[in-house]
């Protein structure tokens, strides 16, 4: 069994060689509570003396990435990637997407709720924990396909390859994973995890068939049940003002909400309820008493 020990040697004392040894700073920079553990004279094949004790402890998980780490960790994507070629063009082309485009590849999977980012804290969605199991072990979930893809890029670029043969072979890359993905949701709990989602993403039961549910359509919100016939829809602003799932929540199953400030053309600012006219489920102002 072979252990280690850490520790500082100095080579070259450049600057510091104008101070006394006593008054230089031996303190790690990492901690400056911690004084730096200085190596001793060594040789090759020494035998040493040592001190083995057991620690015990508990161990933590890892600590979430943040928005920032997580462009980093596309631009360092090579490092994950076992095929030496592979991890090599990625370091040469400086991982997944570019400068200009890394965020808005983040901003478009929040977007579509694979993540969400709270306090420049990213965390994985139970859609997006569907969308790994559906892809793992396919080269859709590895940086080695940004990394084939590039060499073959390069090929064109050099004569040695087409532009049609490219893209010929991500059409079959492409029909393949989809054929593929049906089997992946079969052959798991996917389907299941997939009606979880659906019946959390649920904002509340329609007011107007009673059989929908109201769901986010992203540029409004409506009722599931439109397929038969129900066109029940709520803005996802009105008067100026962002309505948010619980407004929207409070409307459908409190036909109000709390008490809103809103401001109108020329400026000024105002209170009043939002309600829901359940005749024909459109929303209206209800202002305040006068006291």
């Not at 994973?177 to 997939?194: G, L, M």
């Amino acid at each position: 069994m072979e252990f280690f020990t850490k520790g500082k040697l100095e080579v070259e004392q450049g600057w510091k060689s104008l101070f006394d040894r006593d008054t230089r700073d031996t303190r790690d920079t990492k901690d400056s509570n911690t004084p730096i553990k200085s190596l001793p004279n060594l040789s090759n094949g020494e035998m040493v003396k040592g001190e083995v004790k057991i620690k015990e402890g508990i161990t933590t998980p890892p600590k979430p990435y943040t928005e920032g780490q997580l462009i980093n960790l596309m631009k360092t994507a090579g490092r994950f990637v076992d095929d030496e070629e592979d991890s090599e063009i990625l370091k040469e082309i400086e991982g997944i997407g570019t400068e200009a485009t890394r965020a808005g590849i983040i901003e478009n999977i929040k977007e579509n709720g694979y993540i969400e980012i709270k306090r420049n804290v990213v965390s994985l969605t139970k859609k997006g924990e569907i969308l790994c199991e559906v892809i793992e072990g396919n080269l859709l979930s590895s940086p080695s396909m940004t990394a084939k893809w590039e060499s073959y890029l390069k090929k064109i670029g050099e004569g040695k390859g087409t532009q049609e043969h490219f893209i010929k072979n991500i059409e079959k890359f492409l029909r393949a994973t989809i054929e593929k993905a049906p089997k992946a949701f079969s052959e798991s709990n996917v389907e299941k995890a997939i009606q979880e989602q659906k019946e959390l993403s649920y904002i509340a039961n329609c007011p107007s068939c009673q059989d929908g549910k109201i769901v986010d359509r992203k540029t409004f919100y409506g009722c599931s049940n439109y397929k038969n016939g129900c066109k029940m829809t709520l803005p996802k602003k009105w008067f100026g003002k962002s309505l948010t799932k619980t407004m929207i929540k409070k409307l459908c199953e409190k036909g109000r909400t709390n008490k809103l400030k809103f401001t109108n053309k020329s400026g000024k600012k105002f209170y009043a309820y939002l309600i829901l006219d359940n005749e024909e489920n459109k929303i209206m102002f209800e202002f305040p008493k006068a006291t």
